[in-house]
Every structure is written in structure tokens, then in C-alpha cells.
């Protein structure tokens, strides 16, 4: 027997709003997608029953709103469209836990550079040693970069993605990913060392 899995004639259906078609589509997606969120939530200790409900959902309505136009991004040649869904969901649980982490942050009126997955291993370690450089750092370059240059600025280096999961995120080909990563290093470098020489 086949495994059930999301075509793009279901998908079309299913954007479409066809009742059988929408059924087959949470069918396959939704258990794909508690693994997903569940995994995220459980590393930060926070995977209640009724938040990952809310975040599929959240996802469901994201991959169909406006038309399916994020759904219709999906390019069938770089992956299934499960694979796909499943790192949407798995960004929404990110940005779900990060907005709660500023929220607390802002409430005790910390700043905002303690997300657990920013890999500093991949910046000077002049950088790493100092929180408040650090803030700084990423002060400078999100004010110099574009929208697109700010979400792949987000994406690599704070929610420390892999290529592959950007490139499916944005929709980019993996030496584009991989040159704007590069780009992006050498430029958290450049400003780290001009502060560093300014103390």
C-alpha cells in the first residue's frame, strides 16, 4: 500500500478549499508537524499538548492563506512537499518560543541576543566573550542589510539553519545561500574588529 503524501493536484484542491481534498491534506500533514514542533518545544522544555495544537494550526493556515501563496512556493524538483511543510512548522515553533523569549526579556528589561541557537562558534570569539558587543554587532548589520538580507541574516546566523533549510525557506539556490553566509561572516567581522579597535 502507498504511503499517503501531498501532490500538487492535492495541493491545488486543498488551496481550493474542497472539503475531501483539505481532510487528505492534514491527514498527511499533521502528524508530520507535532513531530516537528514537538521536537522544538521539548529542547526548551515548554511542549504543551494545546501549543503545539495551536502552532499546526497556525501552520495549516499559513501554507493556504492568501491564496496558498506560500504552499504555491513549494518547487517539487528540491524535495517533497512534507519536507517542505515540515521546516514551516518548524519555523513557526522558532519564532513562537523566540517572540515569548523577548517577551520576558523586554519584561525584565534585558536585551534581546539570548537565543539558544545562535552559533557562536561561527564568529570571532572577541565577539562571543562580550554580550553587549554582540547586540551591537547585529545592530549595525540588520541596519545595513535589506528585508531579504535581514531574514537570511536571521535564518543563518540567529536560528543557526542549515543551507539546505534555507534554501527551501527562501526559495534560493545553495551556492546564492552559501555566498550571502560567507558574505555575511566576513562582514560580522569587519564591524567586530572596528569596535574592538575603537575601545
Request: hydrophobic share 40%; glycine share 6%.
Amino acid at each position: 500500500m502507498c504511503k499517503a503524501r501531498v501532490t500538487r493536484a492535492l495541493l491545488e484542491r486543498a488551496i481550493a478549499r474542497e472539503p475531501q481534498a483539505v481532510r487528505e491534506f492534514v491527514a498527511v500533514l499533521e502528524p508530520i508537524f507535532r513531530v516537528r514542533i514537538g521536537r522544538v518545544l521539548l529542547r526548551a522544555g515548554d511542549a504543551s499538548r494545546r501549543d503545539i495544537e495551536d502552532l499546526c494550526q497556525d501552520t495549516f493556515v499559513s501554507l493556504l492563506r492568501d491564496g496558498g501563496r506560500l504552499a504555491r512556493s513549494w518547487d517539487p524538483t528540491r524535495g517533497s512537499f512534507e519536507n517542505f511543510s515540515a521546516l514551516i512548522a518548524k519555523q513557526r515553533a522558532i519564532e513562537e518560543l523566540r517572540k515569548r523569549r523577548e517577551e520576558l526579556l523586554h519584561d525584565d528589561g534585558q536585551c534581546d541576543v539570548s537565543e539558544p541557537a545562535l552559533d557562536s562558534s561561527r564568529m570571532p570569539e572577541r565577539i562571543a566573550a562580550s554580550r553587549e558587543m554582540l547586540r551591537k554587532v547585529f545592530d549595525i548589520l540588520r541596519a545595513e542589510l535589506s528585508e531579504h538580507g535581514s531574514r537570511l541574516f536571521q535564518l543563518l546566523f540567529v536560528e543557526d539553519r542549515e543551507v539546505t533549510e534555507v534554501c527551501a525557506l527562501m526559495n534560493m539556490q545553495k551556492d546564492a545561500v552559501y555566498a550571502w553566509r560567507s558574505r555575511l561572516g566576513r562582514r560580522i567581522e569587519e564591524i567586530a574588529a572596528t569596535m574592538g579597535g575603537a575601545e
